[in-house]
């Protein structure tokens, strides 16, 4: 159970880290100021994160307009749900 609640806790956490990174390059991008590396924002996401990156880009409107990042981040959060049921199935149930 422990294990559990540590997971859940860092999902929590790497999420509210891929929305507000997503919060923060779109007011960079609005401030023409330098700019978060788009590997970092998928980086974010691939750790775990996808979910809170997702929708921060549609809450913020960034990132909305380029075809890596709309098909990327369903795929990146496509996957890992996958493999948590993989997982799951596995070790679980």
């Known amino acids: 159970m422990i ?8 999902l929590v ?6 929305f507000a ?3 923060a390059d779109k007011r960079r991008a609005v401030r023409h ?3 978060i590396r788009e590997s970092r924002l998928f980086l974010c996401a691939a750790i ?3 979910l809170g990156s997702w929708a921060g880009m549609y809450v913020f409107r960034h990132k909305t307009k380029h075809l890596r990042f709309v098909l990327g981040m369903p795929v990146i959060l ?3 749900i996958a493999a948590a049921v993989l997982i799951i199935r596995q070790f679980v149930l």
């Not at 294990?3 to 860092?10: C, D, E, M, N, P």
């Not at 956490?13 to 891929?18: K, S």
């Open 48 to 50: 775990g994160g996808s």
């Open 78 to 80: 496509a996957l890992q």
């Open 21 to 23: 990174l997503m919060r």
């Open 33 to 35: 100021k330098w700019r």
């Open 3 to 10: 294990v559990t609640g540590i997971v859940v806790g860092y």
């Open 13 to 18: 956490v790497v999420n509210i880290a891929g």
